[in-house]
DNA sequence: TCTCAGATCGTCT
DNA sequence: GACGATCTGAGAT
């Protein structure tokens, strides 16, 4: 299968959120499919790391079809792809439905499965937020800055019948931010924050 | 040098 | 569901 074009990525942030819906991604014989997005794009949206170019967020100034992967918190990083020449922008990958290397998946997050199957809950737990599905994949900032379709891939899985559910919200933290999220309707691997 | 973070997890109610 | 602890690094001063 062909990785997404770099183009894919070239248009407007919002709209590259919305799309990536359904998408599957895959590192190192693990996969999942995109079922929760959010749209980051410069000023006005002060929380926003595009709102503000520093050596960190420079990628989401001069790049499209690039991972920004970023730590957090002191432990976690968070996945995001680069979208639009000529406007700061970035679409979080907030939340994967596991489809393969999910035992592999499970030894990363330091899940105990035995011989066992997983439970539905322990299953829907791994990649459910993005920094969940960072660890899960073994993502970290060794593969920042690095294009889509090199060690990371972006495909379309085909996948179109699905309802998408479109949030916004305005005047998050202490900055103004306007916040895109999307997420396919009724699916369990959705985060809940 | 200092502040605080685009999250997660465990604990408590 | 709410809340607090966590703990490294980027960015501000």
């Known amino acids: 299968m062909k990785s997404l074009s770099k183009e894919f990525f070239n248009r407007n942030t919002v709209r590259v959120a919305r799309d990536l819906l359904g998408k599957i991604i895959e590192y190192k014989g693990a996969s999942g499919m995109i079922v929760e997005t959010e749209a980051y794009r410069g000023y006005p949206d002060e929380a926003s790391h595009a709102a503000k170019r520093t050596p960190r967020s420079a990628i989401m100034f001069d790049t499209h079809g690039f991972f920004y992967i970023y730590f957090v918190y002191g432990s976690y990083f968070c996945l995001n792809i680069t979208t639009e020449e000529g406007q700061p922008g970035a679409v979080l990958i907030r939340a994967l439905q596991p489809l393969r290397g999910i ?9 105990k499965t035995g011989k066992n199957e997983l439970s539905r809950k322990q299953l829907v737990n791994l990649a459910s937020g993005p920094g969940k599905l960072c660890q899960a994949f073994g993502l970290t900032k060794a593969l920042n800055n690095t294009a889509v379709g090199g060690r990371i891939k972006v495909y379309s899985s085909g996948l179109k019948k699905f309802r998408v559910v479109k949030t916004t919200r305005v005047g998050i933290k202490k900055a103004v931010s306007l916040e895109w999220r999307f997420y396919i309707k009724d699916n369990l691997f959705v985060s809940r924050g």
Do not use: F, H, I, L
Not at 103 to 110: D, H, N, T
């Open 103 to 111: 035992r592999m998946m499970a030894g990363r997050r330091g899940v």
